[in-house]
């Protein structure tokens, strides 16, 4: 595993690229949550500083999400002004904080992988769908949406990509070309792919601004207009840049229907947020667990924070999480530094920033969106067996065709349904003794193990001492989720390594492929 000093450029860099993803997405939510642009740039900042500096995550970004803009909307509307939804802000914070207190990031113990794969690869779905009339210059759809049917305007994902085949832009499709070029090189490139002084999209950035400025002295008519660039708020001088920041409405707190916003933006805040960490860990190369309790902590702090300075409500957002691993992050040095990027360049360059296409912009994320929904996982998904695709599958569809949230609980009810169909009688025994380091330990699987025993069996792992032995006896079990077998993998090939500790199986069926090579692990 690498620690902080060794991956520090790494970081650097990643968080450089979650910043140019960040930017117009913050400014895109915004608008389409009816609150002042700026309001998507404090969430940014704050969601990168505060959240990730109290984090125990190491690779998930928060921010303002999709997910909240239609609840965003309507409480500005129903509440009369935003100063009185900013409480509501502060209310959804201090809720998630008490949810923190009492433990309830459990409940993200009880999302199947093959739930949490459909997500990801529905959002890298999404993700292409919503770009691709960036990419080749039809802006009239914001950053911010990532419904599939188009608020305010009735038309839906599909019909706006027909719409971008007649309004296309030369320039925009040059520029995008250009981008995905330079991108693809720096993966593929063997001599590209040793610079590690500066990353592929900040060049791709670079090159597209660099086209876009040629065009407009050179009266081309190839030239981006303002409309598809980057649109930051400029202010005059600092007076008007502090003049951005708002403060809530303090006679809000007193209004019933402020504590009930406040309530459900916990709420769907929370859940989106558990979705997004549990599917971060899952793209973890270092397969790192992440505390939800302090999680909740985190983002209710962060809430708090915004709330009470003028931005909007964050959750932990999976595009900019997937941007942030893509880009090669390990630690959240990547996200506090996207915060910082995001704060420095609004306060001293959002003048160059606005001359940034968004085509550029659709570029990193296009090849953001290939890697989440690229066709290798629905073949992995596929030899997995039909308990693990038909889920998966409907959860892509469904999260597509909805949203997040809906699309998860299609999910879950499908995968819930076909759990409990195979597995009538589930049971599920675990005894649990002191034990000190050095001493061995005897986990015995029951004869059926579901998800259901994730959350258990997690905990236990977590807390075997270094320098411990233990030993995990299947020998009486029948069936095992795949899942729990993806739990116990990861800690024979990982933390097992790290924490030095003796790792005996027994009686694991051969095609479990638990491990493979590892010298500390005794197969009986």
């Known amino acids: 595993m690498k620690n902080t000093s060794s991956s520090f450029k790494t970081d650097i860099q990643s968080g450089l690229v979650v910043f140019l993803v960040a930017l117009p997405l913050c400014l895109g939510i915004a608008l389409a949550s009816g609150a002042p642009l700026f309001a998507g740039i404090i969430a940014g900042v704050v969601g990168g500083i505060v959240i990730g500096l109290l984090s125990d995550s190491q ?12 609840i965003v909307l309507a409480a500005i509307t129903s509440l009369g002004s935003y100063e009185a939804f900013l409480a509501a802000v502060v209310i959804g914070g201090l809720f998630q904080i008490l949810l923190g207190v009492a433990r309830a990031g459990a409940i993200s113990n009880y999302f199947p992988s093959n739930v949490i794969e459909g997500m990801l690869t529905a959002i890298g779905v999404i993700i292409i769908l919503k ?31 027909i719409d971008a ?42 090159s597209g601004v660099a086209l876009n400025t040629w065009w407009s002295a050179s009266g081309s008519s190839l030239a981006i207009g303002r409309d598809h660039l980057v649109n930051l708020p400029v202010p005059a001088d600092f007076n008007a840049f502090f003049a951005q920041f708002t403060t809530p409405e303090v006679s809000a ?16 805040a929370s859940i989106e947020t558990l979705l997004c960490v549990e599917a971060a860990d899952k793209l973890d190369t270092q ?17 708090l924070i915004s709330g ?17 691993i893509n880009a090669g992050a390990q630690t959240k040095t990547s996200t506090i530094a996207h915060g910082l990027f995001l704060l420095l360049a609004v306060v001293t360059i959002p003048f160059v920033l606005n001359q940034i296409p ?18 290798r996982v629905f073949r992995h998904m596929w030899s997995n067996g039909r308990l693990q695709f038909i889920p998966f599958f409907v959860t892509v569809i469904a999260v597509v065709f909805t949203d997040l949230l809906r699309g998860v609980a299609v999910g879950l009810v499908v995968s819930v349904f076909y759990i409990l169909r195979a597995n009538m009688r589930l049971s599920y025994f675990f005894s649990r003794e002191q034990y000190n380091a050095g001493e ?7 004869q059926e193990v579901s998800f259901l025993n994730k959350a258990a069996i997690k905990k236990t792992l977590r807390e075997i001492p270094r320098g411990a032995a233990i030993e995990i006896d299947a020998s009486e079990t029948a069936y095992i989720d795949h899942d729990v077998l993806n739990l116990i993998r990861d800690f024979v090939s990982s933390t097992s390594v790290e924490k030095e500790i003796s790792v005996t199986l027994t009686g694991f069926r051969e095609h479990y492929s638990i491990a493979q090579s590892l010298p500390h692990v005794t197969i009986q």
């Open 59 to 70: 690779l998930s970004v928060s921010g303002p999400a999709a997910g909240l803009t239609a």
């Open 287 to 303: 397969k790192r667990f992440t505390n939800t309790d302090r999680e909740l902590y985190a983002q209710g702090a962060g809430n």
């Open 165 to 206: 085949v007649n309004y296309s832009h030369p320039g925009a499709i040059i520029v995008t070309v250009v981008s995905l070029t330079i991108l693809i090189a720096f993966i593929k490139v063997p001599l590209l792919k040793r610079i590690k002084v500066v990353p592929g999209a900040l060049v791709a950035v670079i």
């Open 131 to 161: 770009q691709l009339p960036h990419a080749v210059g039809y802006d009239v759809d914001n950053e911010g949406d990532f419904f599939f049917i188009e608020k305010g305007t009735g038309h839906n994902t599909f019909s706006a990509l």
């Open 440 to 446: 061995k330990i005897v986990m015995r699987l029951a």
């Open 253 to 268: 707190f007193l209004r019933p229907e402020v504590w009930i916003v406040g309530a459900t933006l916990a709420v769907v």
């Open 358 to 375: 968004l085509a550029c912009l659709a570029a990193v994320l296009l090849q953001t969106g290939f890697k989440l929904a690229s066709p």
């Open 308 to 324: 009470l300075i003028g931005g909007l409500p964050m959750t932990s957002v999976i595009v900019r999480t997937s941007a942030n």
